[in-house]
């Protein structure tokens, strides 16, 4: 199985137990940021896991998270809901629900309330389907 991480310090943390896919994580990015860099890259792959969002400030997270998933070209698509966000939180979980991908929340989060704890990045590999 091809896999893809993509997004933020969440997706390179998900990806240190996933290391047989290729990363697309960079910590503290922001979705336009991430869109700015990879903007004319498609992201195909089996799976591909995205977690955009938690470095999101106000404004056009839900035009940027869309033009993201327009760039991927996978059999199955996973959203990491950030759990520091709420307005990511809701434009991840509507556009993920236009293209009917899953999501996978965060349960855990360490002192910081953003970062999941090491067990959650673990357990957010495991239910975004990655191999561990």
Same mark, same amino acid.
């Given at each position: &199985?091809?896999?893809?991480t993509?997004?933020? =310090?969440?997706?390179?943390?998900?990806?240190?137990?996933?290391?047989?896919?290729?990363? &697309? *994580?960079?910590?503290?990015? =922001? =979705? @336009?940021?991430?869109?700015?860099h990879?903007?004319?890259?498609?992201?195909?792959?089996?799976? !591909?896991?995205?977690?955009?969002?938690?470095?999101d400030?106000r404004?056009?997270? @839900?035009?940027q998270?869309?033009?993201?998933?327009?760039? !991927?070209? @996978?059999?199955?698509?996973?959203?990491v809901?950030?759990?520091?966000?709420?307005?990511?939180?809701m /434009?991840v979980? /509507?556009?993920?629900?236009?293209?009917?991908?899953?999501? !996978?929340?965060?349960?855990?989060?360490?002192?910081?309330?953003v970062?999941?704890? &090491?067990?959650?990045?673990?357990?957010? *590999?495991?239910?975004?389907?990655?191999?561990?």
């Open positions: &199985m091809s896999c893809i993509a997004g933020d =310090s969440i997706g390179d943390g998900i990806h240190h137990y996933a290391p047989a896919c290729t990363s &697309m *994580a960079h910590k503290g990015w =922001s =979705s @336009a940021r991430w869109h700015r990879y903007a004319k890259i498609t992201l195909s792959a089996d799976r !591909v896991l995205i977690s955009l969002g938690s470095n400030g404004g056009d997270t @839900a035009s998270i869309a033009a993201i998933r327009k760039q !991927v070209k @996978a059999r199955q698509v996973v959203w809901v950030p759990a520091c966000n709420p307005q990511a939180a /434009a979980e /509507a556009e993920a629900a236009r293209h009917g991908d899953a999501l !996978v929340w965060i349960r855990h989060t360490g002192p910081d309330h970062h999941p704890t &090491m067990r959650e990045y673990r357990s957010l *590999a495991k239910r975004g389907g990655l191999a561990i």
